[in-house]
């Protein structure tokens, strides 16, 4: 699946890859783990229909496993065209591939979340702010109470980043340490590598870009390297045990 929300976002949200509920629905982020999403939502005031939601994936990896490099590199041209089609002032990467992909930078979510920073991908200039993965923090309530924090920000960095009134464009909010560039490959605009029907035109609008996303898809039959391992996005698999021990919808922490 391809994205959801608004096409002229102010904010966008960027997760993993779609998970069981996800894969059923063809919608991201509508388990257990979109439920926490649009209930942090609700807490700035904001909808799921305000914002625009997508994954580093377009399709389910196999067994819920993490998602592979070369994944990753497939799909990546798609999630640049998009960025580069909403023009969003703020990212919220959602976790740790999301974040490592768009910042360039492996350090892991647990240092960096809640540090926004100033930068440029796919020829926009916005403030990226990686929180952690809701399904991570579904089952971890000081994990929950960090990521509602962290959320409660979004409003502040949204009105640094709104432009300016005399049309110029205000600074979006940076994390104190040195200024950073992004890799070469998010510097320069998205590449137009995803095949659309007029070749050598890249798809112009998220409809066209979304008809020409089936080159992401994860092999059905690939095995999983994992496959005796959890899935990496438990709280969207029904299989998944809960909080609690059991099997199911996962208890929920009750912090709204």
Avoid at 34 to 45: T, V
Wanted: hydrophobic letters at 35%; a negative charge; charged letters at 25%.
């Amino acid at each position: 699946m391809f994205g959801e929300g608004d096409p002229g976002a102010r904010l966008m949200f960027v997760g993993e890859a779609p998970g069981y509920h996800e894969d059923q629905q063809g919608r991201p982020f509508v388990g257990p783990a979109g439920r926490l999403l649009e209930q942090l939502l609700a807490s700035i005031g904001l909808t799921r229909e305000q914002v625009y939601i997508a994954n580093v994936l377009k399709d389910r990896p196999p067994n819920n496993r993490d998602p592979r490099p070369e994944e990753i590199d497939a799909c990546r041209p798609y999630l640049l065209r998009q960025i580069e089609i909403i023009k969003p002032r703020v990212i919220c990467t959602l976790g740790n591939f999301a974040t490592k992909l768009l910042s360039g930078d492996q350090t892991g979510i647990t240092r960096v979340h809640g540090r926004p920073r100033a930068t440029e991908i796919a020829g926009c200039r916005l403030c990226l702010y990686p929180i952690f993965h809701p399904a991570a923090a579904l089952y971890t309530p000081a994990m929950l109470a960090t990521l509602k924090q962290d959320v409660a920000r979004l409003p502040e960095l949204l009105a640094r980043a709104a432009p300016e009134p005399d049309g110029g464009e205000a600074e979006p909010s940076a994390a104190p340490r040195p200024a950073w560039r992004p890799p070469e490959h998010l510097r320069r605009p998205a590449p137009s590598a995803a095949p659309s029907a007029d070749a050598g035109r890249a798809p112009a609008t998220l409809d066209e870009l979304a008809t020409v996303c089936a080159g992401c898809s994860p092999p059905d039959d690939a095995p999983s390297p994992h496959a005796d391992e959890a899935p990496s996005s438990p709280a969207d698999d029904p299989r998944a045990p809960s909080a609690s021990g059991a099997t199911g919808e996962p208890e929920q922490l009750g912090l709204f």
